[in-house]
């Protein structure tokens, strides 16, 4: 689903210390209406603590944090769907007390509570796990419970904060699927995650964040642009001309790479190689992965990189 | 939408406490153990009275000397005492167990005393040795008397019905100090079955990782009025369980328990008195519940927390502990720092409240002060659970909170 552009989510100039210790500088990013967005960064990049700020569980040092045009309240919580990186349930109760819970907590009637939950536990094959004390369940079992209390109310925004995160990959596919689900039913969904793979799978947009500050910001393609552009492949005879608009990079007899140093379009490079009379048999543009990105941007600092 | 929501999690907390088997388990116990009491007291009684009647058919005689002629020989032997002028042989005899007791009445019993030796018996059976001696003595006396009248008196047996007077109108006395003070009682009970409750309801949010998910849905005053209510109603439901086996006992066992026969009538009901013991007990609850679940929001550990609770519980107590200072000078220093001091101002109110020496005016600034203060509180506590719960592993300082706080005001426009 395309998203519009009207911002759901608006952060501007957000400021975070702790303990005089400055986590998040200066951030602002829009998150649009219908659009899933990710929220890319290094562990300790500040991440987590953005999301907490928005949802009114920090108080932020600086700036505006807004979602639907107001700071978040908990009387908003009918509309959110949130799944914390810090994750749990209260291990004591059956698996259907827990969830009828948070669903009255989150507007829902005790009986349109229980029944959807028990529909979502047939779902995910929990059918008859209801009865069941949360803490008698597996880890992949809690997750799944997790992910029903975090959209049992239809939410507009999900925020989903490393969702994958312990997840074995046949929760992982369920979760993808669930939120391909409320992407297609016009949620908007924010989501922090290391999982590149989920990003170009999900993600329209994207920000990275490192030391506080946005490094990137915008579409895939526009990130990838951004750092280090396009590299061109191609086989050819002749002489490639120089020019301000790429930089040879490797050459092999009829073999060449061509990193562009600027935002020039690919068509105008192979238009300006054929006007200088070269023969060019294959051009192939090549991006930068998301992963490659990551690593670039993060380096050593990451240790999270295809975890 | 509030007002959903504390419903519902009123409903949560209480139905997930009352379900719980080990929250029975304890608030059973104490009945229970009540309950075994009173059995035990009942069986003995039953078999004192065996006893007793046992005792009154069998045979027990005894020998004496007496050197007061205070004695009545007629008295020793219808108690089954027979005079000898060989106490040692007397005692050897006794010391052989051929002969139940020995009695050895000095010159003068009143300053002198009695030397009594016996067959051991077991500590209570022993008793009896004592009681024979003394019943000749005091039989012997009262046949000296003749008049049986005099005789009681001489034994001080006499019934007296006292009237005071307070500020012109008949004072209460005893039956007056009763009925307030049971809400002194109740305030302890519902705090010390509760306080583990209480400390734990909190952390648990923060233990099993869901604090994100209640902040995000639910306004953390809700959260924390909703369990404090719910306390209150675990705390009242537990009181009924604990006065059930009383009143059962009351009412079907009286007489095999030997419980005296309770004349409602004979209390006096004061009014005034009522409703303040009663906003006091309410008030000093609310102000110790409150700042429990604020100890329970910031320490990471049920024992951390537990330790804080210990102070807490410290200056509970110490009213007790001065408490005849503050019924013999409610107007000191000592009785003054207790009543108004808020963590020491329930007990000592209630105590001075039931005694009559809590004025009108004090009254009235202590219960303010008890209400105030557990709103102030609960702010407190909500400030703290929305900081520290999030702090799943440290625990968190005021002044973090308070500086946290104040850079927020810095920053808003």
Known sequence: ?307 | MKQHNLRTVVSFEVRRTLGKKRFWFMTLMVPIAIGIVLALVVLGNIVADNNFDNQSESEFSFTYTDASSFIDPSVATALGGMVTTEPAKAIAAVRAGKQDAHFVYPADPTTTPTEVYGVDKGLFENGKYSDIATQVLIRSAQDQIGDPALARLAQGNVPISATTFTEGKEAAGLMGIIPPLIFLVIFFLMFFLLANQMLTSTMEEKENRVTEMILTTLNPTALITGKIISLFIVGFAQALVFLLPVLVGYVFFRSTLSLPNIDLSSFTFDPAQLIVGALLAVGGFALFTSTTVAIGAVTPTAKDAGNIFSGLAVLMFIPLYAAPLIISDPQGPVAQLFTYFPYSAPVTAMLRNALGSLTGWEAAIVVTELFLLSALVLRIAVRLFQTGSIQYNNRVSLKTIFARSKALKATQP
């Open chain 1, 1 to 307: 689903m395309a998203s519009s552009k009207e911002a759901l989510v608006h952060i501007e100039h957000f400021k975070m210390e702790f303990a005089g210790v400055t986590v998040i500088e200066d951030l602002s990013f829009d998150v649009h209406r219908g659009e899933t967005f990710g929220f890319l960064g290094s562990n300790g990049s500040g991440k987590t603590t953005t999301l907490r700020a928005l949802l009114g569980i920090y108080k932020p040092n600086g700036g505006t944090l807004h979602i639907d045009g107001r700071a978040f309240t908990p009387q908003d919580g009918s509309r959110l769907g949130y799944l914390p990186e810090e994750r749990g349930l209260y291990k004591k109760e059956s698996v259907l007390t827990v969830m009828t819970y948070f669903g009255e907590l989150k507007g829902l009637s005790k009986k349109v509570a229980a029944d959807w939950s028990m529909n979502y536990l047939e779902r995910v094959g929990l059918g008859d796990k209801g009865k069941t004390r949360v803490d008698k369940l597996s880890g992949g079992q809690q997750q799944k419970v997790q992910l029903g209390v975090t959209i049992m109310n239809d939410p507009e925004l999900l925020i989903l904060d490393e969702p994958t995160k312990g997840f074995d990959p046949v929760n992982r596919r369920l979760l993808m699927d669930i939120i391909e689900e409320r992407k297609r039913a016009g949620s908007t969904v924010l989501m922090v995650t290391h999982q590149m793979e989920e990003v170009e799978r999900l993600c329209d947009r994207i920000i990275l964040l490192k030391d506080g500050r946005a490094e990137a910001y915008g579409t895939v393609p526009e990130v990838q642009n951004q750092f280090g552009g396009t590299m061109i492949k191609t086989h050819y005879s002749g002489e490639i001309p120089t020019s301000p608009h790429y930089e040879v990079t490797t050459r092999d007899r009829n073999y060449a790479e061509l990193t562009l140093t600027d935002t020039a379009d690919e068509s105008d490079i192979l238009r300006g190689l054929v006007n200088a009379g070269v023969l060019v048999r294959s051009f192939t543009p090549i991006k930068l992965s998301l992963d490659e990105i990551f690593v670039q941007v993060y380096g050593e600092q990451s240790q999270a990189v295809g975890a």
